[in-house]
C-alpha cells in the first residue's frame, strides 16, 4: 500500500503541522545571536556551519532537525550570558547533554540554539558526612560513580545510557534504570537544583524534602525535559555503597512464570536491588552477540541481584532459589565469580545492540504499568505485533513494571513505518487502559507529545501548560516537547450553595461546593484532622471545608505495593490496614489520628525511613479552585509522561486545592526488625556518633534523637544493631529491643505528638532544617531544658518549648501570639503563579497545620 494510501494516524498531526505552531528564527536573529555570543564565547565552543550543526541535530531516536546556532559553554556563568541574551532577542533554546534521550527531546525541531552543557563537568563536591554531592550538568553518570566509589559511596540511578548520559540529562528525564526496584529513580534522590531560568536568571531550588516551606520545585523541574528551566548543577543524594553483590539466573519455560514469580520474591520480603527479564526472541539474538550463557531454548529468564552485607546472602539467595524454583523455574544459576556476573550483565546491556543489527532502525518503547499486570501486557504487546507484521523483543524492568518492547523496522519503507506507529500507538494505550504510564523512563520528548491525551483529561493538560506558562512566558524552552498545547478549557459552569454552605460528604458534593465558592469569590479553608501549631491564619470569612468523611481505601493492590485512600483517612487506619497484610508505610502507626491528607499536604517529618513523603506519594486526587477533578500520578514508580505535578501537592499547605484521594507506595513490613535505644548527657557526642554510623554500609533505617529534660535519646530502628552498638563510646547507655520494635518506635511517634501538642498550648515551638552535620550548631543554642527532636537523616528539627531568638535554617516560629513563617523570597513570583494556576481567584486560604 503506497504511503498515500493509509489512513490518518491515531490522533497524528503530520510533524510540519506541529513545528509550524513555532516561527522559525529569521536571519536578523540569528545574526544577531551570533554577535552577542562572539562576546563571551571563542570561536571553537560557537557553531554555525552547517556540517558542524549536522553533531548536534539528533539523539538517540534518529530523526534529525537542525539548529541554527550551538553554543557550547565552559562556565555556569557563559550558559547564563547565553539564555539571558537568546531571552533579549527572542529565540528558541533546547538544552543539550549526551543527547541519548529515547524520545526526541533533545532534537531542535524547529531550530533554535541549542545550548550544549557537556564541558560543565566539574564534580564540586563529595561531602560524606552529609550524604550529598554537588556536580555539574555535564557530569557523565559513569564518572561520578567512579568518584564516589573512592568514597565507599555510590548515586543509585543508573540508567542503561550510564556510561554516556550526564546528570543533567538523568534529571531532564528523570532516568530510572535496573536499579530503581530497590532505590527509587532520579527525583527520590535529588535535594536541590542549580538552574537557569528562561529570562536568564540563575537560581537555586528550595531543598526537596521537609525542609522548604514552599512548594516542591525541585520535584516538579526534574523529568520537565528542559522545557521549563536550564538545570546547570545538581545536589544528588549519595548512600554508602553495598560492599557486596549476588548476582543471580532463574531460567522459565514460560514467560508468565517468571513475570509471576517476581511478586512472589516480593512477598516473601525480599527486596532485590535489580530485576530484570528478557523473553524468548531476546534471548536468541543476544547469545550469538555477546555468549553471556543464556540458554536459547528457554522462554524467558531473570536476571537478579541483591546487595548489601555478606552475612544477608545465604538467606536471601536460597529464599529466592526456593519462590522461583516454586514458581516454575526449570534451572537457576548463582554466579560464583565476579567475571560470570558480569557475563550475565553483559547480555542484558546488549540487549539494544543486537536487536540494532537485524534492521536499520529500532524503535524501543517504555511502558510502565503495575507490576501483576504486566504478563497481560506483555501478551498485548505480542499480539499487537503479530497484528501489524512485527515480532516484537521484549525486555523489562521487571521489579517496577518497566516495559521496553523493540520493534525493528526500515524508516525508508513508509509501509513500515506506519504499521509501526499504529503498533505503537496500540501499545501505549494497552498500558493507560492497566492504569499505567505511557512512558516509565525515556520522557514524552516530541514523540510521545500527541498521545498525552490517553493519559490526561484537557484539564489535567491545561493545568501543565499552565505550568510551563509560569517558567517560560514566552514558551521559548525546548518547544512542543514534554506537554501538549491545549486551548483554554470552556469556563467552570456555574454553582452555589445558597445561603448556608452544608458540609459535603462526597467528592462531586464537594466539586460544586467549590465552584459555588469560586462564583463567589468565597474564601475556604481545607480542614481534616491533623493537630499541630497553624502557621498562616485563614480569612476571617473563610468556609471549612472537613474532608473527614472521605476514609475509605479506594485500592488495595498487595501485589504491587501500592495502596489509594481518600485523604480523611485517618492515618492510624491506614498503619492498620497495611500492617495486617504484611506491608509497611514508615510514615504512619496504628493509632494516629491524623488524616493522611493533613500529613501530605502539611509534609509532616517521618523518621523511620531516609525517605519524604514526596518519596511514597505515587499519585495525587484533587479538587482544584475552579472545582474540577485532577488526577496526576499512576501506581507505579515509574512515569514520566508529563510533568510531575504530584511532587507540588507535597507540602502545598492546601493553597494549590483539596486532596481528595493519595496513592502511597509500600514495602513489605521488615521482619524481625532490631531496636536499639542509645542514651547519654552528651548530645553533641551522640550527635557525631549517630552522622558517622550513617556513612556506613549498615545504617539504620530509622533514626531520631530526642532530649527529654537533660537527657538525649538516640533510637534507631533497622537491621544489624550489632554493627551498630560499637560506633557509640561505653559511656553511653544502651538498649537493645528485638521482639517489640515496632510498639517501641509507635511509642516514640505518641511521645513526639505529646509534645507538639503540649508547645502549641504553651505557643512556644520552632523547626527547621540544616545540613545534617550543621545539627551540632542546633545542639549548642538549645535551652537546657528544652524538648527537641533532630533529624540526622535530613537535618531537620523541631523544638517543642522556649526558641532561641536566632537558629540556623528556621522555617516556622511561634512564641506567644508571634506566629512567623519563612518564605524563599527569590521564588515567591514563580510559587504565586504556580497557586494561580490551580486556584485563579484564590478560594483555598493558606493552609494550617491542623488542616487536611
Not at 553471556?292 to 544477608?312: F, H, N, Q
Not at 491525551?453 to 491545561?462: G, H, K, Q, V
Not at 506566629?819 to 494556576?837: C, D, L
Request: charged share 20%; with cysteine.
Amino acid at each position: 500500500m503506497a504511503a498515500s494510501e493509509h489512513p490518518p494516524l491515531w490522533g497524528a498531526l503530520p510533524r510540519e503541522a506541529l513545528t509550524q505552531q513555532v516561527p522559525r528564527m529569521s536571519d536578523m536573529t540569528r545574526q544577531a545571536l551570533v554577535s552577542a555570543f562572539t562576546q563571551f564565547l571563542p570561536p571553537e565552543r560557537l557553531l554555525t556551519e552547517p556540517d558542524r550543526l549536522m553533531a548536534y541535530s539528533f539523539d538517540a531516536t534518529g530523526e534529525r532537525h537542525r539548529p541554527d546556532v550551538v553554543a557550547i559553554v565552559d562556565t555556569v556563568g557563559e550558559a547564563v550570558k547565553v539564555m539571558a541574551s537568546a531571552h533579549r532577542l527572542g529565540a528558541v533554546v533546547i538544552v543539550r547533554g549526551a543527547g541519548s534521550n529515547l524520545s526526541g527531546g533533545t532534537m531542535p525541531v524547529v531550530g533554535g540554539v541549542v545550548l550544549a552543557l557537556s564541558r560543565l563537568r566539574q564534580i564540586r563536591d563529595v561531602d560524606r558526612m552529609n550524604r550529598e554531592a554537588v556536580v555539574e550538568a555535564g557530569v557523565v553518570n559513569a564518572d561520578l560513580q567512579e568518584r564516589l566509589a573512592h568514597e565507599g559511596f555510590f548515586y543509585p540511578p543508573d540508567p542503561a545510557s550510564h556510561r554516556i548520559s550526564t546528570v543533567g540529562g538523568n534529571i531532564a528525564e528523570n532516568s530510572g534504570g535496573p536499579h530503581c526496584v530497590k532505590y527509587g529513580v532520579t527525583t527520590n534522590h535529588v535535594r536541590a537544583l542549580e538552574v537557569i531560568l528562561a529570562d536568564g536568571t540563575f537560581r537555586i531550588t528550595p531543598p526537596t524534602g521537609t525542609e522548604r516551606t514552599g512548594f516542591d520545585i525541585a520535584g516538579l523541574l526534574t523529568g520537565s525535559e528542559g522545557t521549563l528551566a536550564c538545570v546547570v548543577g545538581v545536589h544528588v543524594q549519595i548512600a554508602p555503597k553495598p560492599p557486596a553483590t549476588r548476582t543471580m539466573l532463574a531460567i522459565f519455560s514460560q514467560l508468565d512464570d517468571a513475570i509471576r514469580a517476581v511478586s512472589a520474591i516480593v512477598a516473601a520480603k525480599i527486596v532485590p536491588s535489580t530485576l530484570e527479564l528478557l523473553d524468548r526472541q531476546s534471548i536468541a539474538i543476544i547469545e550469538p552477540f555477546v555468549h553471556a550463557g543464556y540458554p536459547v531454548d528457554a522462554d524467558a529468564v531473570l536476571l537478579i541481584e541483591v546487595d548489601g552485607l555478606p552475612e544477608t546472602f545465604p538467606h536471601a539467595v536460597e529464599t529466592i532459589r526456593a519462590v522461583v524454583m516454586d514458581k516454575g523455574a526449570v534451572e537457576f544459576r548463582e554466579a560464583q565469580t565476579p567475571a560470570e556476573a558480569e557475563a550475565l550483565w553483559r547480555g542484558r546491556r546488549a540487549h539494544y545492540g543486537a536487536a540494532a543489527r537485524m534492521a536499520p532502525h529500532l524503535w524501543v518503547q517504555d511502558v510502565t504499568v503495575p507490576r501483576p499486570l504486566l504478563p497481560a501486557m506483555v501478551h498485548d504487546v505480542l499480539a499487537i505485533g503479530q497484528r501489524w507484521g512485527f515480532e516484537i523483543l521484549t525486555a523489562a524492568h521487571v521489579g517496577d513494571g518497566n516495559l521496553h518492547p523493540v520493534i525493528t523496522y526500515d524508516p525508508a519503507n513508509p509501509d513500515e513505518v506506519y504499521r509501526m506507529r499504529q503498533a505503537d500507538h496500540e501499545i501505549l494505550a494497552a498500558c493507560v487502559q492497566y492504569g499505567g504510564s505511557i512512558t516509565g523512563e525515556h520522557g514524552i520528548g516530541i514523540d510521545k507529545v500527541e498521545q498525552l491525551p490517553l493519559m490526561y483529561s484537557a484539564a489535567e493538560l491545561e493545568i501543565m501548560q499552565g505550568l510551563k506558562t509560569v517558567f517560560d512566558p514566552a514558551h521559548r524552552l525546548n518547544p512542543l516537547k514534554a506537554i501538549l498545547p491545549v486551548p483554554p478549557s470552556d469556563p467552570v459552569p456555574p454553582a452555589d450553595f445558597g445561603d448556608h454552605a452544608p458540609q459535603p460528604t462526597t467528592v462531586e458534593e464537594a466539586q460544586a461546593w467549590i465552584r459555588a465558592a469560586y462564583h463567589r469569590h468565597q474564601p475556604v479553608v481545607v480542614r481534616g484532622a491533623r493537630r499541630g501549631i497553624p502557621w498562616e491564619d485563614a480569612p476571617p470569612d473563610a468556609l471549612p471545608l472537613d474532608t473527614r468523611s472521605w476514609g475509605r481505601v479506594r485500592d488495595f493492590d498487595r501485589d504491587n505495593l501500592t495502596i489509594e485512600v481518600e485523604s480523611g483517612m485517618r492515618a492510624g487506619d491506614l498503619a492498620s490496614v497495611v500492617r495486617a497484610a504484611g506491608l509497611d508505610l514508615p510514615g504512619v502507626y496504628p493509632g494516629q489520628e491524623d488524616t493522611v491528607g493533613g500529613l501530605v499536604a502539611s509534609n509532616l517529618r517521618t523518621w523511620r525511613h531516609p525517605w519524604s513523603w514526596r518519596d511514597w506519594v505515587l499519585g495525587v486526587e484533587w479538587i482544584d479552585g475552579q472545582g474540577r477533578l485532577l488526577r496526576f500520578g499512576r501506581k507505579t514508580t515509574k512515569n514520566v509522561a508529563g510533568y510531575d505535578v504530584t511532587k507540588l501537592a507535597v507540602g502545598s499547605q492546601g493553597r494549590l486545592g483539596v486532596l481528595t484521594s493519595i496513592i502511597f507506595r509500600l514495602r513489605p513490613l521488615p521482619s524481625d526488625p532490631e531496636w536499639l535505644t542509645v542514651e547519654s548527657t552528651d548530645g553533641p557526642r551522640l550527635l557525631e556518633d549517630v552522622l558517622t554510623l550513617l556513612t556506613t554500609p549498615a545504617r539504620p533505617e530509622g533514626v531520631l534523637l530526642v532530649r527529654e529534660a537533660q537527657q538525649w535519646h538516640l533510637l534507631l530502628l533497622g537491621a544489624h544493631a550489632d554493627r551498630w552498638a560499637p560506633v557509640f563510646g561505653s559511656s553511653a547507655g544502651m538498649a537493645r529491643t528485638a521482639t517489640d520494635a515496632w510498639d517501641t518506635a509507635d511509642a516514640w511517634d505518641r511521645w513526639r505528638q505529646t509534645a507538639w501538642d503540649s508547645a502549641r498550648e504553651r505557643r512556644a515551638y520552632a523547626e527547621g532544617g540544616v545540613k545534617p552535620r550543621a545539627l551540632r550548631e542546633i545542639v549548642s543554642a538549645l535551652a537546657p531544658t528544652a524538648r527537641v527532636a533532630l533529624f540526622p537523616y535530613s537535618g531537620a528539627y523541631e523544638i517543642y518549648g522556649t526558641v532561641p531568638e536566632a537558629l540556623p535554617g528556621l522555617l516556622r516560629r511561634v512564641d506567644g501570639e508571634t506566629v512567623w513563617s519563612s518564605r524563599a523570597t527569590e521564588w515567591q513570583e514563580i510559587e504565586a503563579g504556580i497557586a494561580h494556576v490551580f486556584d485563579p481567584r484564590g478560594v483555598f486560604a493558606p493552609m494550617t497545620k491542623d488542616v487536611s
